[in-house]
């Protein structure tokens, strides 16, 4: 036995705390707030006022353990019920004993949500390719087969299976069978409809892989995922190099129609993009883009169609039709990716003109294609894609939402990159700002803005027109209009003020007008009002930065209780990755496209006066 | 009433020849011979006598009318089965009566043997492509259908079938729905295997075309072929430009081997090749390339890797396998086939490494297929494959007859080109000889060194072991060895003597006694002799092009009676054109190649001897 003595004051005892979803520990002294430990995790977690329990924006939530009762600032912050359910501010409560606390998601900073995306996926028993072992016999003067007969008769005695074999592939076999010495890791797809085929030879042993790719407007997001665990081993993502040839899908139709050239370069400058992500994955994972057998693609229609190469002049011009809307499956190679060569692409359908296949793929990850609960999920960009499950019956629009969430239109907008305000809370008699990796602000983004008008028209800065009130002390009139000032010049990153204008709030009343308005059409359809929803489910790159209780606060979301909000991140590219993993899904994902009753916005009776009355804050 | 009256003498009156299978008429005076007849209506007959009455080669068949009793020559040269068969010298026979008469394909001219080539095949219900016309409902705010799914709601609507839609069909759709006003006809594959698919989408009313192409070593034949009629509209040939890399598919095959650029050019340059032959088709025809929805391309197993893009080195390695030996059915644009963008192209299986899909089928265009009685197939060239059925058992081999046939390694050979000597008799105490298109002789094509082999043995000029008889008057030895004259200087095109050599009579010897061997090695194989044979199916060039006679009587071909032998022209291109309209052939092609046995001569037991004694003529 060894007896340690202390000398002077005792150190305080060290306390554990976990966090979650993400599992991540950290040691902290007793008696520390759980913002700092939140902080020491390197966890993002959104504090607008700094920690002086000002904004309320810390929120966390006590699975287990003891920590010193809620403060006065939490009392008034915080709901009594949601108190009850364990909730504090993490800038309040001081830590008593090893504990376990989660992080809602409405409280990680952006860049942290991001983290959250592409997680596994279960692979079961529809697995779109199936891995084969083989002992392929070698030739002989006595067994004169070809090499793709023998092998098929060997697959054919594994599992009875007799794929077809595509040109692409039949080029690997006599090299690749000689070069593994006949023993191979054959790989067959399942595909949704039509004959199985061969589409690649590995060495024995080999995971296949698959690649998920979401094409959106303005980035891509692309997955490798192991299609035998269903895990995403890497992923990466990238701005679209299209944004060259306009920022808005329209634009970039409108370049295609210039001329077939045009049309190519689009497709080029995007299919270059993906190679060098693919590229990207392989390094990251260490894998060779020959393991990769299947893909998935989703993005909205006009994506779609630059990818494969179909005509858009349709799609630009009344009424909008695409040019194809089932599932279209074509070899990868032929599409441009560089995978195994016999790999096949899969594109999920498109229910129309503006609700592409990435709308599909939100629909399957938020689970709205199999539900008989009421639940209305929301893509939103510069289009907003909606659709409404109700008793089964799935009903979508698509509405102009512009480019304002993104930061554009907006005097000092800004994509969320590092110096971006992403939140706001109004306290005392100014605004409090958190940036995106807190560096010091220089412009403000999507989430930022409508923070700042909820913040504004709770405070009575500005009125429900979208007016500033001129007795307020930070509106004054700036060159640019009525102003009000979120950042003075002296804590700015760029040395100038970060303020928002008159106009920037009209840009946010026309988008979050479009988005409420689409979401009554698809609630009147159905014959519910907003308080039937089960659940809301946001998806896409705003819709997971934004804060719910500004959304709802400005009339932008339906008023309904804020647990029943769900962000699921990249729902495009989660449901992508389990198309890629499942025939099921690719099924219901026809299903749904078929199903789903699509409500054109531009004709339904009566629109304009939705539209204006969801102008209001 | 008109009195017509005859002043001086009466001129002798007009009869009316009608010459069979061409159904070409001619107006000749009564007592003419029908030599001049058959000469005047331009169709070319063998006479190589030139019409003396001296070589039996002018034989026809007289099916209704009356001529003159047969002559004393006639009685020598023509057995009395014959003459009770109808069969007369067309030089002697003299018209009494408007009469018919047929001309038996061994009495025609090489050149007017393969104007026979390709005629029409029935097409029924199992036709592959279908074409639907429909009027397709345009889109409107009320009809926001995709492109794709109104046209095949419209064809659904017309007979029920719903076909996948492949990427480079859908890129047509927009433009060519537009521009054809919504009325248009949409060309539905049925493959022999798969789902059905959407191969063309045509101006309405248009006839759907199909090409058919054979791919030989030394030669190109496409057709151009109605889907509704099985008319053949065009054909066109070409030398196969791969010549440049080796005469031979071995030296090609080696010349694929040594790098993937010298493989890429063999593909190239008989792709590009196949791109001239289907603009002649268009051009003779007056069609668009936009038309052809469907292809088949035959061609021996290392002409179908190399079109492919297959590896070829397994190939020329024992035990020489293919890559791939079932039906491969790619889309033709990937092949480099400019057709209708949507257009399949189906390649029938192999055998074996030798034995290519071009045999099978000429196999299918002889009926072998599908027969009970027992029929010899032999498809004669560098590489000669022979096929037998007996009882519905198919057997094959492939035997390497060398280029003799082609007229290469003999001292004076050439391709059968105008001046070639293709026919030969020995009358009296010299050579006679034909020459192709009657030009003055500069050389000796592969049918005339048979035929002068044959007709020198018959003459005593030469022994059975292929000696040339010292003491013959014709016969000296020249600078190159023993030579035998066939035409003097004086007649010759070229001013030279034109003779053969007794290295030519050898050459001659191992090329009919691999083929005589590989034939007596399937005989023995189902246990039977050459009289059991009920029919002996020649195909290919030579095989059309050959005196049977002259080849039976040299040993090469089974002495069975004449009228047993059917020469069929290009079976393989004919087999193609019969795969094109059929997808019952096409699953024949299948079943065949799958229950050929195939028989490998080198590691045969006892070939070596049986290949010895084939030799002597």
Redesign the interface.
Known sequence: MTQVLHRGPAAPPRLRVELQPTGRRVDVEAGSDLLSAVQAAAVGIVAVCGGHGACGSCKVRVVRGDLAPPTDAERSLLGPGELAGGFRLACQARVLSDCTVGIPEGSLSASQRLAFEGGGVAVGADTPVLPVDVEVEP???G???????RL?DAIAATNGLRP????PV??Q???RL?AEGWSVRAVVSQPE???PRLVGVLPPGTEPLGLAVDLGTTKLAAYLVSMESGTTLAQAGAMNPQIAFGEDVMSRITRANESPANARLLRDSVVEALGSLVEQLCAQSGRSYYDIVDAVVVGNTAMHHLL????V??LGE?????????P?E?PAA?IGLRLNPGAPCYLPP?I??FVGADHVAMVLAAGLGSTERTVLGLDIGTNTEISLSYRGHLRSCSTASGPAFEGARIRQGMRAAPGAVEHVRYVGDRFLVQTVDNAPAIGICGSGILDAVAEARKAGVLDSRGALSRQHPLVWRSEHGPSCLLVGADQAGNGRDIFFTRSDVNEIQLAKGAVRAGTKVLLAEAGITEEALDEVVMAGAFGTYLDVGSAVAIGMLPAVPLDRYRQIGNGAGRGAVEMLVSRDQRSLAREVAKRSE?I?LT?YPGFVDIFADSLPL
């Open positions: 030739p002989g003067l067994d004169l087969r070809s090499d793709a007969a098929l077809e074999v595509d040109v039949l080029a076999l006599p090299t000689r409809r039509g004959l494969l190469g179909l005509p002049r349709q009344a009424p909008y039709v695409p040019a194809a809307s089932d279209v074509a032929s498109n129309a003109g699509y054109e004709v």
